[in-house]
């Protein structure tokens, strides 16, 4: 079926109390999995494509430095190969920008196919903040497309770090926020964090979430409150890492536990990118361990060079350049190749699996609405959002 507006997915969410998760992909092979094992659980799907993602789908293996130009090419690369496999599925699937950077980059996503758009104005001061996402929400609510802005700055760790120098959210200031900018989706800052190294024992402060939920419900507003810096870095996967020549220290995540806990108090999207990162990269580690005859294979030989050379990364985009066709269109050229792409795919399943059976998005899938862009943008129009 076509890609419906994130809202769709997020509407479900609020109805029936769970949380979705949002799982971002940086090629085409991840796309691909993570709508299959969407499909296996008939759970809708959201998937996302960073800012960085888009420029490295763009051709850019040092995607950090990306263009708008590479943006572009990549917002497509990425919406293409999600639009191929959302057609034939059952499941609704909303196409994500995350963490855009600035207007450009969400035109960029937009005109690329995107059904919704993140406009990270969180680093802004807050007047700021609302005046740059309010200009988002007018070019995309026209068109049907969903928006997400984050108010708070994800850097704590730590519960009862809440002083005049706390970066996380106050609920006061989100409601005014999401009033006056008419965003459908908002990231607060909680206690969660980016990356693989969040601290062990991280704790949510949840509190953030109900008192923020509650006061929206008195003033009639809709939101999703979201909850990115999410994965759980599952110490098995890291153990599994080191044992195979990787160096990670310190790699801890957010507890399953809470993050069940908090889908169930108001949080209606997770963000969970780490944790495939890690999946992927046990598997192309073991992979080349168990199997020494691929180490001299020649179109993957130089994968195997970088996991040998960059122990301590995880992010398999430093690994995977050498195929980069691979990446941007899935085009398989030989066996070998073929075998990492099974890597990747594995990682996705076994991670994106795990992460909707806990956040309880099984077998919602005809709970969401299928409503077109259209649509959509026709219900902002009458309700003047
Ligand atoms: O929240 C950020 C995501 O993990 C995306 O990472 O910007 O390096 O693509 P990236
Ligand atoms: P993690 O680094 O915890 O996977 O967070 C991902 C995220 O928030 C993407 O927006
Ligand atoms: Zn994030």
Known sequence: MPLVPMRAI?????KYN????AFNVNAVAQAKAVIEVHEMFRSAAIIQGADLANAF??????????????????ANNIANAVKKYAENSPIPVAL???HGKNIDSCIAAMDGGYTSVMIDGSSLPFEENIELTREVVKLAHPRGVTVEGELGVLAGVEDHVFSATSTYTNPLDAVEFIRKTGVDALAISYGTKHGANKGAGAVLRKEIAIATKECLRHEGLFCALVSHGSSTVPQYIVKEINALGGTLTDAHGISKEQLKEVSRLGIAKINVDTDIRLAVTRNLRELFWYNPELR???????????????????DPRVFLPPIMPTLMYGDIPDEDVA????????????????????FDSVGKAPLVEQVTLEEMAERYRKAGI
């Open 10 to 14: 997020l509407e479900a969410t609020e």
């Open 18 to 21: 769970y949380a979705q998760g």
């Open 57 to 74: 789908m763009g051709g850019r293996a040092d995607f950090a430095n990306g263009t708008l130009e590479d943006k572009k090419v990549g």
């Open 96 to 98: 994500h920008l995350d």
């Open 296 to 314: 001299t294979h020649a179109s993957i030989a130089p994968i195997y060079q970088l996991l040998e050379s960059r122990t301590s990364d995880f």
């Open 339 to 358: 075998k990492v792409v099974a890597c990747i795919e594995k990682g996705v399943r076994e991670v994106v699996g795990t992460l909707i059976v806990e």
